[in-house]
């Protein structure tokens, strides 16, 4: 196979390889906000990237834009970064990614971090209805109401991981909870918002106590028999312009690599057609230059042999003369 046909193949699939390593090999980090993903307006707060060990560079991506970059001080010690926020406000507050990089490999980007500003807006004030302490099994309401018009509404408990619950309304909304157990018990509070990451100051925080399913201490997620239970993790972020970004990105640059692989072949078949036609072309001019020296031979030996005759008519024609 000719040099330059093998490098454009080896090349092609150089490329295949590469890919197919970079997906396999670097999962996306971990991404966190501490304390928390809730911060006064404000106060500081450190955004944590967590990639692998050997990871040589580290890129925060905000609401899309590229954000920071920061490197880790020892390769072989750490595994995380942090991207401190000296003051919380509403210009910080918004969905976080971040990306790491190995040798020229780059991870997927890591899942959404919504970071929230509390204290934009009024104190709502929460209650909760029949009352703040019930029997296991029944159901409960938390009533959340602020007197200045809001679109949003939020309930979150206390000391728990999950994402808060929201409801839209004007300027109160309703949070049915229940059946309760021993998993709802805890310290409520409820916020206000125009959007999902500037929200009001906290509610002043509302017990809620359950008698009874003492040794029920698990935190799994109780049902109503007419309708479920509305205590989930509520995702602040959907589907956001950068993740579609992304993904079309992805498939751009697949497409890409097979237009690239699909123009390599190409270019071999033409490049191998084009080797056997100039082979049996050669033969044939071959045979051509041979047959037209032979040409030559024979019509140079024929004119001798022509001439000849008529020399021998002339000394003929000389004798009867003389």
Known sequence: MPPALAALLFLGLFLSQRSSTQKQTLSKPAIWAKPSFMVPKGQPVIIWCQGAHGAVEYQLYFEGGFSALERPKSLRMTNKVKFPI???????????RCFYRSGELWSEPSDPLDLVVTGMYDTPTLSVQPRPEVA??????????????????????????????????????????????????????????????????????VELLVRGDVGDT?????????????????????????????????????????IGLAFLVLVAVVW?????????????????????????RRFRTQRPLEKQPRDVVAAGKADSLS
């Open 86 to 96: 000296p003051a919380m406000t509403s210009n910080t507050a918004g969905i976080y």
């Open 272 to 296: 191998l057609l084009a080797e056997d036609w100039l082979h049996r072309k050669k033969p044939q001019k071959r045979a051509n230059r041979v047959s037209s020296r032979e040409c030559r």
């Open 218 to 258: 698990s935190a799994a997620r109780t049902e109503h028999t007419s309708s479920p239970d509305p205590w989930d993790s509520y995702p602040l972020t959907t589907e956001t312009p950068f993740e579609k970004d992304l993904a079309l990105w992805d498939h751009t640059a697949q497409n890409l690599l097979r």
């Open 136 to 205: 296991s099994g029944e159901n409960v309401t938390f009533y959340c109401h602020l007197a200045a018009a809001t679109n949003t509404f939020f309930l979150l408990k206390e000391g728990t991981p999950r994402r808060p619950q929201s409801r839209y309304g004007n300027i109160w909304a309703e949070f049915p909870v229940g059946p309760v157990s021993a998993a709802h018990r805890g310290t409520y509070r409820c916020f206000g918002s125009y959007n999902n990451h500037a929200w009001s100051f906290p509610s002043e925080p």
